[in-house]
C-alpha cells in the first residue's frame, strides 16, 4: 500500500479503539487453531477442548516459534510446535515437557476478547488500556421467530468511517438508494454508543408503509439496524481494518417471520434489497476522501454529532 494513498484520504489511525469483530463462532471449532491478519498484524485464535476462544500474538516467547504454523491445542493450553511449552487462554506457560521450574516470564500476550452474538470480538487499544465499555447481547439473534443470519462479506479499500456514518447522511439515501424522499434524522450520543434514527416511507404492494430505521453504534466496530414497518428486520455489521488500506466488513441480516413459512418470499427480498443497497455505496467509499472540516448545507443531517462522537476512539 501506498503511504501517501491513507495520508490523501484519512487524516486519522486506520485502528480506531473498541471491540471488533475476529470472526464469526462458528469458523473456529473446538481444538481448532487458525491464523488471523487483522487490525494491521497477524494474531493467532484457539479455541480449547471445552470450547474457550482466546487470540494471541503470534510467537512463542521461548525461541520465537510461530504457534500458528504447527500449534496444536491440546486440552484447554494451546502447544508449541518447537519444544511443546503449553499456555493457557490467560497467556500464562503451565507445562513445559522437558522443564523442572516454568520462567516466570514465559507467557504469550493475549488480546481481550468476548464472546457473543455468534461472534468472537477482540479488544484493540493503541496504549494497551482494558476494555472500558462491554458488546451488547442482542436477543433476535437467539429468538426461533427471527430467521438464521445471513451473512454477507465484503472486502472494502476503505475505513470504518465512511461506511459508519452514513447512518446519519440523510440526503445519500435519495440519490443513492432511491428513495422518494430524504428521511428525518435525529441522532444522540450516550457515551460509547451512537443512536441515529430516520422516519422514512417503505415502497409496498399496498401502498406506502410508514417505516423507523434505528442505527447503534457501539464503538467503532460494531452497528445494528433495526429497521420496522413492513416487517422487523435487523442488520447486525461489524466492520473490523485488516491493514491500512483495507476493512473486512460483514453485514449479518435476519428478519422476524415468527414461523410464518408465507413470510419467507418477502424476506428473502429484503434481504437481497438491503445487500444490493450496500453495493450502491461501495464505489463511492472506495473512492471518496474524508475531509476534516467538510463543507455542509442545513439538509446534510447530524453529520457533526457523529463525528463528535467517534474522535472518543480515535
Request: proline fraction near 8%.
Amino acid at each position: 500500500m501506498s503511504e501517501n494513498w491513507r495520508d490523501q484520504r484519512y487524516s486519522f489511525t486506520p485502528y480506531p479503539r473498541g471491540w471488533f469483530r475476529a470472526f464469526f463462532s462458528s469458523e473456529l471449532d473446538p481444538g481448532e487453531v487458525r491464523l488471523l491478519n487483522i487490525l494491521g498484524r497477524e494474531l493467532v485464535a484457539f479455541r480449547t477442548e471445552s470450547g474457550e476462544a482466546a487470540i494471541t500474538d503470534p510467537h512463542c516467547p521461548h525461541l520465537g516459534a510461530h504457534l500458528g504454523h504447527g500449534g496444536r491445542v491440546v486440552g484447554e493450553s494451546l502447544r508449541c510446535p518447537f519444544h511443546h511449552w503449553e499456555y493457557g487462554t490467560d497467556g500464562v506457560c503451565n507445562a513445559i515437557p522437558y522443564a523442572k521450574r516454568i520462567p516466570p516470564a514465559a507467557r504469550l500476550h493475549v488480546w481481550p476478547v468476548t464472546e457473543r452474538n455468534g461472534m468472537v470480538m477482540v479488544w484493540h487499544d493503541s496504549e494497551g488500556a482494558a476494555p472500558d465499555f462491554e458488546v451488547p447481547t442482542l436477543p433476535e439473534l437467539a429468538d426461533a421467530n427471527w430467521l438464521p443470519v445471513d451473512v454477507k462479506q465484503w472486502t472494502v479499500r476503505g475505513s470504518w468511517l465512511d461506511m459508519n456514518e452514513n447512518c446519519v447522511d440523510g440526503a445519500h439515501f435519495v440519490y443513492v438508494h432511491g428513495t422518494d424522499a430524504i428521511p428525518h434524522t435525529t441522532a444522540e450520543i450516550d457515551g460509547h454508543v451512537h443512536i441515529a434514527t430516520s422516519a422514512f416511507e417503505m415502497e409496498a404492494p399496498g401502498g406506502p408503509v410508514d417505516s423507523t430505521l434505528v442505527t447503534r453504534d457501539y464503538g467503532p466496530g460494531l452497528q445494528t439496524v433495526h429497521i420496522d414497518g413492513l416487517i422487523p428486520t435487523l442488520m447486525v455489521n461489524t466492520a473490523t481494518p485488516i491493514d491500512d488500506e483495507y476493512t473486512d466488513v460483514r453485514f449479518a441480516y435476519t428478519v422476524k417471520t415468527d414461523q410464518d413459512p408465507g413470510k419467507a418470499n418477502l424476506a428473502a427480498a429484503i434481504i437481497k434489497d438491503l445487500k444490493q443497497q450496500f453495493e450502491n455505496d461501495l464505489p463511492i467509499w472506495e473512492n471518496k476522501r474524508r475531509w476534516d472540516r467538510p463543507v455542509l448545507c442545513d439538509g446534510d443531517g447530524p453529520v457533526s454529532t457523529y463525528r463528535r462522537w467517534y474522535a472518543q476512539f480515535i
